[in-house]
């Protein structure tokens, strides 16, 4: 009777203790995702406030060309081309500001008229790399700070600047 007494005792707290390693673990998966998701929603955030301060400047009769003419920025390649790369593409075109090339991870699904590299090749000569990344600017301009010589410039902080 002991015996079996034992054992269930032994079941019962085998189950508990399974009980609780698996809550934790459940704790633990519920805890990753909702990090993903607040950074999701931190950089959906910044996007945000970077189209909101780019719409600013347009009301009041300013754009991006002004800025780069202003620090003697003629050549420039743009890093990253989602939203923000590809509304800067298209606002530097015709205001003699040179995108000369495109940087981002995903090259191989990327079309635009101008050469798109991906952060791994030799990177050409230009006045300035604008990274439209700007949630991970701070990476993205240490790593490209090791490749090139020239100013690597977020373009929240130019939004802001003008």
């Known amino acids: 009777m ?3 007494f034992g054992k269930i005792i032994l079941n019962v707290l085998g189950v508990g203790m399974g009980a609780v390693a698996g809550g934790a ?3 633990h998966a519920s805890v990753k995702k909702m990090d993903v998701m607040q950074e999701g929603g931190a950089k959906l955030h910044r996007l945000y406030m970077c189209f909101d301060q780019w719409l600013r400047l347009r009301q009041e009769g300013k754009n991006l060309a002004e800025y780069f003419k202003r620090e003697g920025y003629r050549t420039v390649a743009i890093y990253g081309m989602k939203e923000l790369g590809e509304r800067l593409y298209d606002e530097l075109e015709g205001t003699g500001i040179s995108v000369q090339y495109i ?5 191989d699904q990327i079309y635009a008229d101008v050469e798109v590299k991906t952060p791994d090749e ?3 000569q230009v006045d300035a790399i604008v990274v ?4 991970y600017f701070d990476e993205i301009e240490e790593m490209l700070s090791e490749k090139v010589d020239c100013p690597v410039l977020s373009l929240e902080d130019i939004l802001y600047e003008i």
């Open 103 to 107: 940087i981002d991870k995903n090259a």
């Open 25 to 27: 673990a459940v704790r």
């Open 2 to 4: 002991k015996k079996g």
């Open 132 to 135: 439209t990344a700007v949630f």
């Open 122 to 124: 030799e990177l050409d």
